[in-house]
């Protein structure tokens, strides 16, 4: 796969570089948007929300008096592009961002900051005069900064203070402060061939990378940075033990000041191809990243969305009544010296007395029986009165899981004891209460934090009779306890 000309170095590192069909039981649904071309390039969606724009790197031609072109006549690297609607759909060809940033060097992966003032770009650090062509693949990459001034975006300035001499330095991404800045580079000190490192804004300026440690970067390459509003890190790497094929998105979060292992994301958004640049946004149940899995030889960018269902407001489970006072008033006239009252339950237990306390140990059917027992013997003598007494489920999803867990502890949550009269259920939604979700039946999960959650199982159907679209949910509150310690890497949602 080619990224354009920008990224042939890095295709030398990696060596040789789905459709929605398979997605009937995921959690989320993937399409690829529809000004992606199978003649060109699209990757690195940004939006820049102050103008409903969603931008994205592509070597299609910019047009103009001048053309730029590679060495092999491709069209060089630049922004385009596409109007988004009010109903989230794109409308329009993908058109020419910022056409004064056009030149003779490519471009890639950029950031802007809150209020889209100013933007972090990636570019080559030489620009060729006006009439040249880009200069090949020893040109490194950088990263510059530009305002946005009088309506148009000043001439890049590379951030020199983040750049390093004789590599390269691109994939800038902003913490949700705007106050550091994640990035990849080959420079020395790192781990790998392509590591990710951070600055910091500090009075200012920029202060010097430092490495994201061992935890983040391997042996292979991390790149591709992007920030999620929750400040959760994510990022693509083709560390081959934990990937699905190419590059693989993986994220990570800083819990007590320590990156957590990182989480390759599950498909559909990896694949056995190159995945990249995954842009969540809000709450992340939905968002943009980039892929060549459509023709496997250019990439395009992709919407994804939810498919889980708007629930009402969950309700917190609601346990059966299990413990009742049983008396009898017209018994028979019995001898207390050699006879006795005695309730005998269906589960075992037996009460003596004409009032007895039971509490069944859950819900079923059960049968009651008030005897009249002989004390020596044991025997019932009498029998005074007998009962079915069934105790029903109530209709609601249930969650089956510990109050308290450990944080790093690997916990299951079941939804199999949901008992449902009014509608046939198909899906069950989990939400975890710290931004991560699930889907299934049964599920497993592990907390990285300590805190109060507020686990939500949603449960979609079928409602019995005209099979109108159902839904349901419950809540229940645990407790995570402990501190976070660095286990193997899993899967998990975005």
């Known amino acids: 796969m080619k990224y354009g000309s920008i990224l042939l170095w890095l295709g030398l590192l990696l060596g040789g570089m789905l459709t929605a069909s398979g997605q009937k039981d995921s959690l989320y649904r993937i399409e690829r948007l529809s000004f992606s071309s199978i003649a060109y390039d699209e990757y690195a969606p940004v939006l820049l929300n102050a103008r409903n724009q ?35 759909t794109f409308t329009g060809s993908p058109r020419v961002f910022a056409s004064e940033l056009v ?7 950029m950031v802007f900051n809150r209020d889209g003032t100013k933007m972090y770009l990636t570019k080559n650090i030489i620009e060729p005069g006006r009439l040249k062509n880009y200069l090949g693949t020893n040109n490194l990459l950088g990263i510059f900064e530009s305002s946005f001034v009088g309506g148009r975006w000043t ?35 790192g781990f790998g061939r392509m590591d990710l490192w951070y600055s910091d804004f500090v009075k200012s300026q920029w202060t010097e990378p430092k490495n994201l440690g061992p935890v983040i970067n391997t042996s292979f390459n991390e790149v591709y940075p992007t920030c999620a509003s929750d400040g959760r890190l994510y990022f693509s790497s083709n560390r081959t033990d934990k990937t699905l094929g190419k590059l693989d998105i993986f994220y ?14 599950p498909e559909p958004f990896n694949s056995r191809y190159n995945d990249l640049c995954f842009v969540p946004e809000g709450t992340g149940d939905r968002g943009f990243f980039s892929s060549d ?6 990439s395009d960018v992709f919407y994804f969305s939810t498919t889980e269902p708007k629930f009402v407001t969950p309700e917190p489970l609601k346990m059966p009544r299990l413990c009742y006072t049983f008396f009898e008033n017209m018994g028979v006239v019995i001898d207390t010296a050699i006879a006795v009252y005695e309730w005998t339950f269906s589960d075992g237990a037996r009460h003596r007395g004409l009032e007895a306390y039971h509490c069944f140990p859950g819900t079923g059917e059960y049968t009651v029986e008030l005897n009249v027992v002989n004390k020596l013997q044991g025997t019932v003598e009498k029998n005074v009165v007998a009962y079915y007494f069934p105790i029903e489920k109530i209709e609601q999803p249930w969650i089956t899981c510990p109050d308290t867990i450990k944080v790093n502890e690997w916990v299951e949550f079941s939804g199999s004891d949901s008992w449902f009269v009014s509608f046939v259920p198909e899906r069950y939604y989990w939400d975890f209460g710290d931004g991560s ?5 049964t599920v497993r999960y592990q907390y990285v934090r300590p805190g109060k959650y507020r686990v939500r199982l949603g449960v979609s159907g079928k409602g019995q009779g005209e099979g109108k679209p159902a839904t349901r949910a419950s809540y229940k509150d645990v407790v995570v306890e402990g501190d976070y310690t660095l286990t193997p890497s899993v899967s998990a949602s975005p």
């Not at 072109?69 to 989230?88: A, C």
């Not at 990570?252 to 994301?265: C, T």
């Not at 979700?437 to 039946?441: D, S």
Request: aromatic share 10%; charged share 25%; glycine share 10%.
């Open 54 to 88: 969603l931008i994205f790197v592509a070597n299609r031609s910019a047009g103009g008096l001048f053309k730029h072109s590679t060495e092999k006549g491709t069209p060089l690297e630049n922004y385009f592009y596409v109007t988004r609607k009010k109903d989230s």
């Open 103 to 109: 030149s003779g060097s490519n471009k890639g992966p």
């Open 155 to 189: 001439t890049p300035t590379l951030i020199t203070a983040i750049n390093a001499n004789g590599y390269n330095t691109c994939h800038p991404a902003l913490s949700p402060d705007g106050k550091r800045m994640y990035f990849a580079s080959d420079r020395p000190g």
């Open 252 to 265: 990570s979060e800083l819990v007590n000041g320590q990156w957590i292992e990182p989480r390759r994301l």
């Open 293 to 298: 899995r459509y023709d496997r030889t250019t």
């Open 437 to 441: 979700k699930a889907m299934g039946v």
